[in-house]
């Protein structure tokens, strides 16, 4: 993700044109960054996300099993036609989270991102239209029991029941939801690299414009505009979890790994600097 440097032998450091002065305060700033960067690597460690996400597909199932009831105890009609309307929409779902739950199992953050964008795109195109049919079709959402209409007044009292338990199940579903990943922490994790990465980043414009024209120079210029990719991206992140964008959020992180500290661009460039500077980054 950034600048990290460790101690020089003797044999680049007299190499080097940087001094020992610049050398141990970008090393020092570089310490200081480690504990952000380890925050947000934890934040999206698999072996934490993982029983999360799939204590998340446990109530899903829950949920859907309440669905089923609810669609049973239905007369044939536009109120049953549009729950399994709804159902439909669940069962693509069940298959998308599975498909990231296995992903992020694998560590392979590309495939979760897309899957989190295709997750997002089901909800706006495909469950919050289905979801108003229900709320027309029926007179009362089965996710907001505020909405009501009507025709509510047409549901008998164990239909009313059957609503009631499928809005229940809900809720827990927005519980381990909200349990398996905190954007508001995700979020909180980003802005404290991004404080540690600019007292990285200031010291290194110090370095670099202390030095003259040459390979060095151009070495460590590279990283910095990697660095500058990053904390754009970081930004958008940032932006888009505290408008809990979390489709957008992932987007940019699947961004994110192309320029990040595992990246071949970011171990290029550092491999360039340790070969240009006699010091290792």
């Not at 989270?97 to 997002?120: D, F």
């Not at 980043?201 to 060095?216: F, N, P, R, T, W």
């Not at 754009?232 to 992180?253: C, I, N, P, S």
Request: with cysteine.
């Amino acid at each position: 993700m950034t600048v990290a440097l460790t101690a020089v032998g003797c044999s680049s450091s007299s190499d080097s044109p940087l001094t020992s002065e610049q050398r141990t305060a970008l090393e020092e700033v570089a310490t200081a960054y480690d504990g952000a960067e380890s925050a947000l690597e934890k934040a999206f460690e698999a072996e934490t996300v993982v029983p999360k996400l799939e204590r998340w597909q446990e109530t899903e199932t829950v949920h859907q099993a309440a669905l089923d009831r609810l669609r049973d105890g239905l007369p044939e009609g536009e109120c049953r036609t549009a729950i399994e309307t709804l159902r439909s929409v669940e069962v693509g779902q069940n298959e998308i989270r599975a498909r990231i739950i296995e992903n992020y199992r694998e560590k392979r953050m590309a495939l979760v991102a897309k899957g989190a964008v295709e997750y997002g795109v089901s909800v706006i195109n495909g469950a919050i239209a289905a979801e108003d049919g229900v709320a027309v079709a029926c007179g009362r959402s089965t996710v907001d029991p505020k909405r009501t209409t009507e025709r509510a007044g047409e549901l008998t009292t164990a239909q009313n029941s059957l609503i009631d338990a499928v809005q229940a199940a809900y809720r827990e579903t927005r519980v381990a939801f909200n349990a398996s990943f905190s954007i508001p922490e995700f979020v909180a994790d980003v802005e404290a690299v991004d404080a540690a990465d600019g007292k990285v980043v200031k010291e290194l414009d110090e370095v670099i414009a202390a030095l003259g024209e040459g390979e060095c120079r151009k070495a460590l210029t590279d990283v910095r505009e990697l660095e500058s990719k990053q904390s754009e991206l970081r930004d958008e992140m940032v932006t888009a979890g505290k408008a809990l964008d979390a489709t957008t959020m992932f987007t940019r992180l699947d961004d994110y790994g192309k320029v990040n500290s595992n990246s071949d661009a970011f171990v290029t460039a550092l491999r360039s600097v340790t070969e240009k500077c006699g010091v290792d980054l």
